[in-house]
Nanobody, 122 residues
Framework: QVQLVESGGGSVQAGGSLTLSCAAS????????LGWFRQSPGKEREVVAVIDYKVTSTYYSDSVKGRLTISRDIAKNTVYLQMTSLKPEDTAVYYCVAGPSGGSSSNSYEYWGMGTQVTVSS
């Protein structure tokens, strides 16, 4: 099993910044990819960004490209999501995910954190 614990959520005004962190523990050797998904009320869960184990490949959804940056500290088994130029439409619960494979589908990730709320006001 792998445990994921997110931190760093909160409330900011539009144009502001936040950094989310997610610490992985347990059978971390089984993880190939780490990433972030988000879900807003009334909307389906969507991928935000994904990074592979060797930190050689990243994926971003079109809606966040150029504003959000995913990074990974292998030694600390931690993944980060730096969010800048935040917009009200970024408001959502952000979930850290991990799995033995990568990609943009939620089905690729068997481990999910509890989620952290990000609220962006206009």
């Amino acid at each position: 099993q792998v445990q994921l614990v997110e931190s760093g959520g909160g409330s900011v005004q539009a144009g502001g910044s936040l950094t989310l962190s997610c610490a992985a523990s347990g059978r971390t050797f089984s993880i190939y990819s780490l990433g972030w998904f988000r879900q807003s009320p009334g909307k389906e869960r969507e991928v935000v960004a994904v990074i592979d184990y060797k930190v050689t490949s990243t994926y971003y959804s079109d809606s966040v490209k150029g504003r959000l940056t995913i990074s990974r500290d292998i030694a600390k088994n931690t993944v980060y999501l730096q969010m800048t130029s935040l917009k009200p439409e970024d408001t959502a619960v952000y979930y850290c995910v991990a799995g033995p494979s990568g990609g943009s589908s939620s089905n690729s990730y068997e481990y999910w954190g509890m989620g952290t709320q990000v609220t962006v006001s206009s």
